[in-house]
């Protein structure tokens, strides 16, 4: 027996896609920088140290004399020994003229007059300590310092941003189709 047959045949739908990528290009131009630093301000003052040495005492000390002080001196011991000389030879005078009183001032005069060969031995420091003054005032030195403010400028630029998107183009390649057929 002959039974009718149902034919079906189907075709499947093909879709074609055609992408186009996205293009994207960003550029960072470099900031534009300055930078100045001026310079600090800086004053010194210094006033300068005094040093002040005072050896008068000690050149007099060891014989050292200016004009005036020495001629003085010298007329002063001048003047001293010959009132000394003038009343020593006066008193010898007065015991030479009493001679007949007794004693013998002749001899006693001349043990008065003898010279000692020596003399004492004596440590003297030459100059005397502490006749040197010394006087000292030191520096002052005042320093001011002002920095000053760094000049900073700086110009940014926005980044360069180009993007151009991507497509996708879709096409129906081949349509669906179902085909029905009886056969007997």
């Given at each position: ?31 534009e ?20 040495i ?84 030191p ?6 310092f ?24 879709i ?6 189709s179902?085909?029905i057929?009886?056969?007997?």
């Amino acid at each position: 027996m002959n039974f009718p047959k149902i034919q079906i045949q189907t075709i499947d739908a093909l879709i074609g896609m055609t992408t186009t990528k996205p293009i994207q290009r960003i550029e960072q131009p470099k900031a534009e920088q300055e930078i100045h630093q001026p310079i600090a301000k800086l004053s010194i003052k210094t006033t300068p140290s005094k040093l002040s040495i005072d050896a008068f005492e000690a050149r007099e000390s060891i014989g050292h004399k200016n004009v005036r002080a020495r001629t003085a001196e010298m007329a002063q011991e001048g003047k001293q020994a010959a009132l000394e000389g003038t009343a020593r030879r006066a008193e010898e005078g007065q015991q030479l003229m009493r001679i007949e009183n007794g004693g013998n001032p002749i001899r006693e005069q001349a043990k008065k007059h003898h010279i000692k060969l020596y003399s004492s031995l004596n440590i003297k420091f030459i100059p005397q300590p502490g006749t040197v003054k010394i006087n000292y005032e030191p520096a002052q030195v005042e320093i001011q310092f002002e920095p000053q403010k760094v000049i900073h400028n700086v110009k940014i630029h926005k980044p360069i941003h180009e993007y151009t998107p991507g497509k996708v183009n879709i096409e129906m390649l081949q349509y669906p189709s179902v085909k029905i057929d009886w056969l007997v």
